[in-house]
């Protein structure tokens, strides 16, 4: 009986198929996440009604475009002119390719999760005179997508022009979680530079909508609201780390600890480079109990940000519930040197510091505690400072002192 087909195993045939058909020649590759009427330039599409008429010809267009362009950038070859404008969203008579058919893939795959894409294969030796790359215009994304163009005088493809390998939606999710896992290839490495991320919220526009409609339900204290609206914004995008994190970061303030670790944990499969999600599920483990899981995750936060005050405080928190309480101290020592008003790290070291017999740096911390506290509105950690000052030995046999009160 035949083992059942995995989702690694599904986009293996499908590059199996896409490597058979590149053999049969030299290709270039253009990934298009529907199926399109025409493969057309951006120039073309805008002027779409127009370029019926027989007298609208879409190269004198872009020479007459070229003209006024030149005034406005270093560049003077034609290619590297229109890659600069391409590159800053203007219309062009360049329609984008690629050398390497894996990233066309991940366009192909990138948005519209609910239709079918499609992986298009140019012959480059019939094109020849056609097809071009800039000579100088070598942007981050030019390079990292390994562009290159091809311009029609039509400013569209015929048919027969190119052959198609289609990719069903079904195919799309394992194919991006493949091409990520396998090549590193995500949308932090292909749209990398800020018009590549402008790109990419503007392809990705529901779901950037909705995720901040969550994030400001989120601030306001509605996590219920806020999760409804990273729900939306994770079936409009689900690449979209920052949703799976914040809407863990919700469930953890719900109390819904093992909820808030399965969104962490996606976040980070979709962006291991992710700080803040390594830290998100350290804090839902240390509410569990897992006090080593969380020093591991809180580990790989403090790696990835050594500024991330938040972590140390967790790692000092789960060190002291361990009993390494020394170890402890020093995380809360890294925390205040981030953070100089870092409140909760000043109860939790003097905590550490009265285990260890250190009662006068305890004293000193739970003073500062409730100072910090009470200028910061917090009343309960002040009340908790108090109450943790009164229980300390007496200094040098008299009574706890406290400056101040809670207002």
Known sequence: MSEPE?????????????????????????????????????????????????????????????????NYTDFTDETDVLTELQHYGGKTNLIDFTTDYLIALFFACDIL????????????????????????????????????FFQSPKGYLDEEDYAVIPIPKEMKQPTLDYLRKYHGITKYT????????????????????????????????????????????????????????????????????RDAIADCDRAIHLNPQFAAAYYNRGAAKLALGLHHDAIADCDRAIHLNPQFAAAYYNRGTAKGMLDRHENAITDFNEAIDINPQYAEAYCNRGIANKEIGEYKKARADFQRTFELATEQGKQELAQAARKLLDELPPPDGGGAIMEGDVQ
Do not use: C, W
Not at 44 to 56: G, K, L, S, V, W
């Open 113 to 148: 999760p609910y239709e079918d894409g499609r992986l298009i294969l140019l012959n480059k030796k019939s094109n020849q005179g056609i097809i071009t790359s800039p000579k100088k215009n070598l942007n981050n994304r030019v390079i990292s997508q390994k562009s290159i």
């Open 6 to 70: 995995t989702d690694d195993s599904k986009v293996q045939n499908l590059l199996q198929r896409i490597r058979e058909k590149s053999a049969q020649g030299e290709y270039i590759y253009r990934g298009e996440p529907k199926q399109y009427d025409k493969i057309a330039s951006t120039l073309y599409r805008e002027y779409a009604d127009e370029i019926e008429a027989e007298e609208f010809d879409i190269q004198i267009a872009q020479k007459e475009m070229l003209k006024y362009v030149k």
């Open 190 to 257: 292909i749209y990398n530079d800020i018009f590549g991320y402008i790109q990419n919220q503007k392809k990705h526009q529901p779901a950037y909508t909705e995720f901040y409609i969550g994030l400001t339900f989120q601030d306001k204290g509605e996590y219920e609201e806020a999760i409804k609206h990273y729900d939306k914004a994770i079936r409009s995008d689900p690449q979209e780390a920052d949703a799976y994190n914040n809407r863990g970061n919700a469930k953890f303030t719900l109390g819904l600890y």
